[in-house]
């Protein structure tokens, strides 16, 4: 089965600074997306970034960009210029592309705090 | 871009009622919804997947009797929680799978807080 491990229940990073999430996971899958979502205190759940494992160009959004290790199922979100609003509950989630359902597999969570 | 959304944002009940939920996605169709369940500081748990014109698929430990899920079309499903206990108060969350897109592409709802008095 599909896990998906986030080791960091919390984290913390000052304003302007830049933090790293760790995520693993583990699938027998070699066709798969990663994604991070992130969770705000209205608990809207928003797409931070995706990833596609038969692409080995790591994936970059702005501020966003990931660290993706595909042999060792490593996939980290690095946060440049850290802003308040990023102050949040960061999922790491997983899909196997050739799953009819399409279902997703989160961790557990990293609730980032962002100091001014 | 595409949006889900879920009616009511919040419900109090009492205990031994029942209370649905709604999921819309507005702009696109989906076959596909599935319903989450989120107790505070924790991760989303799947409770089922909503296929529209057929049975709901739960996961291992979700009481079928008492989560009743119906996807009667292309952009609506619903969730009813029957005999409402109050350990039945939670976040939940619905999403749902735009089939005209990549099949990845999954939007959520902005969740319903549900509270049994």
């Known amino acids: 089965a599909q896990t998906v491990t986030q080791s960091q229940p919390e984290m913390s990073v000052q304003e302007a600074e830049t933090v790293t999430l760790s995520c693993t996971y583990d699938?027998?899958?070699?066709?798969?997306?990663l994604f991070w979502y992130k969770q705000p205190p209205s608990r809207q759940m928003i797409l931070v970034i995706r990833q596609e494992a038969y692409k080995q160009q790591n994936a970059t959004e702005n501020r966003f960009s990931v660290n993706f290790q595909k042999a060792a199922k490593s996939f980290s979100l690095k946060i440049s210029d850290s802003q308040l609003g990023d102050a949040a509950m960061y999922f790491c989630?997983?899909?196997?592309?050739?799953?009819?359902?399409?279902?997703?597999?989160f961790g557990r969570g990293t609730q980032l705090t962002v100091w001014p | 871009g595409a949006v889900v959304s879920q009616h009511p944002s919040w419900v109090i009940c009492k205990s031994g009622t029942s209370v649905k939920i709604e999921c819309r996605s507005l702009?696109?169709?989906?076959?596909?919804m599935f319903w989450y369940r989120q107790f505070p500081k924790q991760s989303l748990m799947l409770m089922a997947t909503s296929n529209e014109g057929s049975k709901a698929t739960y996961e291992q430990g979700v009481e079928k009797d008492k989560f009743l899920i119906n996807h009667a079309s292309l952009t609506l499903s619903t969730l009813t929680v029957t005999s409402a206990h109050p350990e039945d108060s939670s976040f939940y969350i619905c999403?749902?799978?735009?089939?005209?897109?990549?099949?990845?592409?999954?939007?959520f709802g902005p969740g319903t807080r549900l509270t049994v008095t």
């Open positions: 699938t027998s899958e070699s066709d798969y997306y």
């Open positions: 999403s749902a799978r735009d089939e005209g897109k990549n099949f990845d592409e999954q939007y």
């Open positions: 702009d696109f169709q989906a076959t596909t």
């Open positions: 989630a997983y899909v196997d592309r050739g799953s009819t359902l399409g279902r997703l597999y």
